[in-house]
């Protein structure tokens, strides 16, 4: 092995084959860790986003966080019993783009799939910065290297999901669990505190530098909503679960939001009821943990949990945008690679492209959640009221037992959703929201481009009505072999064919291979080869473990040795594009397998290029 080869399988582990993918789906309890992290980990900064907008209408208005969390509350409920609809009516995966392209439109679709793509993106910035800043509200003095643990985070975030989905699993249990417990063990002393006649000291007077207006109001509650981001993960992940996966998902939501909802509420109320006022350089849950625990060990043992969940609550993006981008990929709107498995049966290639958004996002921002919040919830909302509209569609078009009463939960899913997100493009658009509705319209053009992009290579590239041509016999079976070629064929196109016309010029033996890495019609394959190329032999390699190259570069070492002393030509067609970056939207498989063969010490290696 390589010394990078050797490198990747210390951290990530030994590769995985396909039929191991069974294995690496998540029971309930793990299930709620891995996707579920993003959601119950805003009730530390919900309340808290909450209170920073009605301060400033002065200290008398904190009292609203009350009624204002009882709406979120209720919204949490109307869009909980939505996508349970929703994994009901899509027990392969319901996630907004495929419900919403299905039933009402591309476009839609696409826009619902932008929405989400960069709702992940945020949040893992978001997820990262606030576990960042409970940080250095403990430990004061690492403020100086909030930029460094951001980045640091993200990198081991990503690590930990490069070692696939149960790896991911068993690392999120412990921390979403214990913050968990910590936060019920924080409201339900404070509860006791309070019945038992404690008293706390009264909100000092803080003059308003804002009127009280029902913008101000809508603009608190707006803020409040992030509290529902992440809750669509469970409807994207439902093959992540164990079988009877849409029944375990259904079930995980409801647990998932039921814990939520009471840690909202409860962290919500003794805010209130201790005259919590948020403080630079201190969060809300802070300030809590302070009063109620001191600042003994529970407190720190709360900050910690805090803290490991905000990290880790990244991980539902790291879950599912690489499910989103795989989906995207193989419907041609993101580049192929994204739709292939890596060596841990996970979309490495997505969780990669996630990471490297996040960190810039978190340099831009310096790290700051305060500044990354304003452009949140707006992708989360948008998707929430695409899916539950297309739910309704659903439903009066298949008028399955039932459907009136599940077409109305959708609907006022819809209804509420889509109130609920023009309320915050309305408050926060001049605080930074216009950014994502700038941002949708433009992921949407760039899915189209790269869409038509592949189209006209498909047409290029196309063999359909091309007549097969007829070739004399290479050599006769008497004939003594001097020059043997092996061609290596991905998909049978118009490059393909020039290469095995290229090699019929030089050769008097050839054999042509291809692998499966589980994605090949092989029945079809085989019949197009014999139309087309009948007088050439076809040999498949199957790959268990979804890799090109191994194969490959194994079969031409032993090709090569049946044919020692002679010179074999390896002939590998390529694509040569117009520009350098359409190179992105290709694998690169031919420069990977060059220098495998490089290693493997192939003297003769032939590039056929084919100008698209």
Same mark, same amino acid.
């Given at each position: ?108 679709? =696409?826009?619902?799939? /932008?929405?989400? +793509?960069?709702?992940?993106? &945020? !949040?893992?910035?978001?997820? *990262? $910065?606030? @576990? #960042? ?82 913008? =101000?109001?809508?603009? /608190?509650?707006? +803020?409040?909503?992030?509290? &529902? !981001?992440?809750?669509?993960? *469970? $409807?994207? @992940? #439902? ?89 995207? +990929?193989?419907?041609?709107? &993101?580049?192929?690679?994204?739709? *292939? ?272």
């Amino acid at each position: 092995m390589s010394l990078y080869t050797r490198i990747k399988r210390s951290l990530l582990g030994k590769p995985l084959p396909t039929s191991a993918f069974a294995e690496e789906r998540l029971s309930n309890a793990a299930g709620l860790a891995v996707l579920s992290s993003d959601a119950l980990s805003s009730v530390a900064y919900a309340t808290e986003e909450i209170l920073l907008v009605l301060i400033l209408a002065g200290s008398n208005a904190l009292k609203l966080s009350l009624p204002i969390g009882g709406a979120i509350l209720l919204l949490l409920t109307v869009v909980t019993l939505s996508y349970r609809q929703t994994i009901r009516a899509y027990p392969g995966g319901g996630g907004a783009y495929t419900v919403s392209r299905e039933n009402l439109g591309l476009y839609p679709g =696409l826009v619902a799939a /932008a929405a989400l +793509a960069i709702d992940y993106v &945020l !949040t893992v910035t978001v997820s *990262i $910065s606030a @576990g #960042v800043a409970a940080l250095t509200s403990a430990i004061p003095f690492l403020s100086t290297f909030t930029i460094d643990l951001c980045l640091l985070a993200v990198f081991l975030v990503m690590l930990a999901n490069l070692r696939g989905v149960r790896a991911a699993g068993n690392l999120l249990m412990l921390p979403t669990y214990g913050f968990i417990a910590s936060i019920f063990l924080l409201v339900c002393l404070g509860l006791v505190q309070q019945l038992s006649g404690y008293v706390p000291s009264a909100v000092a007077t803080i003059p308003a530098t804002e009127p009280l207006s029902l913008f =101000l109001i809508l603009r /608190a509650f707006a +803020a409040g909503c992030t509290a &529902l !981001t992440g809750i669509e993960a *469970i $409807s994207n @992940g #439902v093959m992540a679960f164990k079988p009877p996966e849409w029944k375990n998902a259904r079930l995980t939501m409801l647990y998932m939001s039921a814990i939520l909802g009471v840690m909202f509420t409860g962290i919500t109320y003794l805010v209130h009821a201790y005259h919590i006022v948020p403080t630079a350089g201190q969060t809300v849950v802070s300030l809590l943990g302070r009063h109620i625990f001191g600042n003994g060990l529970l407190y720190y043992v709360t900050q910690a949990t805090t803290l490991l969940i905000l990290l880790l609550a990244a991980n539902t993006s790291f879950a599912d945008f690489p499910r989103l981008a795989s989906l995207l +990929a193989r419907d041609g709107f &993101l580049p192929r690679q994204l739709s *292939i498995l890596g060596d841990r049966l996970i979309y490495s290639n997505g969780i990669l492209l996630l990471s490297l958004f996040a960190a810039f996002l978190i340099i831009l921002f310096q790290g700051q959640t305060n500044a990354i919040i304003p452009l949140y919830a707006v992708g989360v909302f948008t998707s929430f009221t695409l899916s539950q509209t297309g739910m309704v569609l659903h439903w009066f078009n298949h008028q399955t037992p039932g459907w009136k009463s599940r077409a109305t939960i959708n609907g006022i899913g819809a209804t509420v959703t889509a109130i609920v997100l023009g309320v915050i493009v309305v408050t926060k658009f001049l605080l930074g929201a216009w950014l994502v509705v700038v941002m949708i319209p433009l992921v949407v053009w760039l899915f189209l481009a790269i869409r038509s992009y592949y189209q006209t290579i498909s047409d290029r590239l196309s063999i359909v009505g091309l007549e097969p041509h007829r070739y004399p016999m290479l050599r006769t079976p008497c004939d003594t072999v001097t020059h043997p070629a092996l061609v290596l064929v991905g998909q049978l196109h118009r490059g393909t064919l020039e290469a095995l016309d290229y090699a019929r010029s030089i050769a008097d033996e050839i054999v042509a291979v291809h692998v499966d890495i589980g994605t090949t019609d092989r029945d079809s394959f085989q019949q197009q080869w014999q139309q087309l190329e009948a007088d050439i032999p076809l040999a498949i390699l199957d790959s268990p473990y979804r890799s090109v190259i191994s194969p490959l570069s194994n079969f031409v070492s032993e090709f090569e040795a049946q044919h020692s002393g002679l010179f074999c030509t390896i002939v590998i067609p390529i694509f040569v594009t117009r520009h350098w970056w359409e190179n992105l939207l290709h694998n690169q498989t031919a420069w990977f397998l060059k220098a495998a063969l490089r290693v493997k010490r192939s003297r003769v290696v032939t590039f056929v290029g084919y100008y698209i």
